[in-house]
């Protein structure tokens, strides 16, 4: 039976939209609609890893003030890190929001929906259960069926100084192999090609179960799936980057050569003041020992600008270490306060000014990198997963290198879902052009 139109907002990282899947899923008697005006539920996936994030939330949160009060049936739920950082306090601030929903709520989901649309009820349910108590379920991929993301762990113990995810998230808890193989299996059945397996700190799956796998063996597990062509996992935290791990690269042919290692700086004392447990030379011997096993690796990396006490001598190590290191691409962030959260206690809080400019340069030196990377590849045949249409043209395909590099070209839908072989013509700094030299 139809329930009405379900719209979802998400922010933030590939967990939420993986988590907003799930909603979508869960709450299948709804029909998704593309316009939030039409809807009858409207929920908000939040993040609040970085203060600009929190706000957008926030904001269109704001602007369904009106919408409510021409809807009023409207049922209006926020969920993700927003929602389990602020609890009640948004129920409080916000008198049009009906329901709040924590990181570890969703699969109670059409149990707190039915709650709020029948009985009227305003919900709150932030609990942080540390027990793995995650729904087992099985995401359907969404249309058409080519990539989908697989949850194998939720939360981190790391506490890095700057960042909230552990408060948010909690504890690192692994799902149980069994059950990840199984999804992954199913996922592969349903038409999926290519499988992203999540995680805070992925390199350190199983390790809360006794005699779990561990994150190398998981892998080696699921290239054994037939009917499965790619593998990328996400995020790996660099003091975890095992050689056992390393050499999963050379040894399964499905996974994919591309590494996400968030370096986050290449100051030794600022790296001790994130609590990143790593130096800066160390990090550099791991990059240097992964390209002796696979020249041919992507990687990519996430850089903080403006921690707090970040002198530009700390600035201009970080900027040489980008330059040494020459990443794929970098995702690169100005330091925000983030409750709960050590560093917010930190002295020297680096000027909003100094931030924007060490950004800028930052951002330059990297796009040069990115650019001179990518031109390499011109004239060369990339392995391509045919993802869909191209956002910009829709007479042209889009799809991705097993680098992870977007690659747009000519050709007939037919194709999604499959791999081809492309030849680069031309390189630009977010994408590469090509056209189809064979299946
Ligand atoms: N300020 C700025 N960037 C942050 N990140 C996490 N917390 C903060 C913060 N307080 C960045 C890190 C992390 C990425 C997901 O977000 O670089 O790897
Ligand atoms: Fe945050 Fe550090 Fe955990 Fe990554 S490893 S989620 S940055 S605490």
Redesign the pocket.
């Known amino acids: 039976m139809e329930k009405g139109y379900l719209h979802i907002v998400t922010f933030g ?1 590939q967990m939420n939209v993986y988590d907003s899947q799930r909603m979508a899923q869960l709450l299948s008697g709804y029909q998704m609609v593309k316009d939030i005006k039409k809807a009858d539920l409207i929920l908000i996936n939040t993040c609040s ?2 203060e600009k994030a929190e706000q957008k939330a926030y904001s269109l949160l704001g602007r369904l003030r009106g919408l409510k009060r021409n809807k009023p049936y409207v049922v209006i739920g926020m969920g993700g890190c927003v929602a389990q950082q602020e609890g009640e306090a948004l129920l409080k601030r916000f008198p049009h929001l009906d329901m709040v929903f924590g990181t570890q709520a969703l699969h109670r989901l059409p149990e707190l929906v039915s709650l709020a649309s029948q009985e009227g009820k305003r919900i709150c349910d932030v609990g942080l259960s540390h027990n793995g108590d995650m729904a087992p379920s099985c995401v359907s991929p969404l249309l058409p069926n080519v990539k989908s993301f697989v949850t194998i762990m939720q939360g981190c113990n790391n506490f890095c100084s ?2 909230i995810v552990p408060y948010v998230r909690g504890g690192e808890v692994s799902r149980k192999s069994e059950v990840i193989i199984e999804e992954v299996t199913e996922l592969v059945q349903q038409g999926v090609k290519e499988i992203t397996l999540l995680g805070q700190n992925v390199n350190s799956y199983g390790k809360n179960i006794p005699g779990e796998l561990s994150f190398s063996q998981l892998l080696e597990e699921i290239g054994k799936i037939p009917g499965l062509k790619r593998i990328r996992f996400t995020t790996s935290h660099p003091k975890d980057l095992s050689n056992e791990l390393m050499e999963c690269f050379a040894r399964i042919d499905t996974l994919c050569e591309h590494i996400h290692l ?1 370096v ?1 700086a290449g100051s030794d004392r600022i790296l001790r003041l994130m609590n990143r447990g790593y130096t800066r030379q160390q990090y550099m011997d791991k990059v240097q020992r992964l390209r002796e096993i696979l020249p041919q690796v992507s990687i990519t990396s ?1 850089v ?1 600008v403006g921690f707090p006490g970040e002198e530009d001598s700390d600035f201009q190590d970080t900027l040489d270490l980008v330059k040494k290191m020459e990443f794929d691409n970098i995702f690169s ?4 306060d ?1 409750p709960h959260t050590k560093a917010c206690s930190f002295r020297d809080k680096v000027p909003a000014a100094i931030k924007d400019q060490r950004l800028t340069i930052l951002q330059q030196v990297q796009r040069e990198i990115t650019l001179k990377k990518n031109k390499r590849l011109e004239g060369h045949i990339e392995e391509v997963l045919v993802e869909g249409r191209s956002k910009k043209d829709v007479f042209e395909l889009t799809g991705r290198t097993r680098s992870n590099r977007v690659v747009n070209f000519t050709g007939n839908y037919e194709l999604v879902g499959k791999l081809v072989k492309v030849k680069i013509e031309k390189a630009y700094v977010n994408s590469l052009r090509g056209i189809i030299v064979g299946n």
């Not at 962030?333 to 925000?336: C, D, G, R």
């Open positions: 990282c890893v970085r700057y960042c968030p986050q996430d903080i962030f100005k330091y925000s983030r």
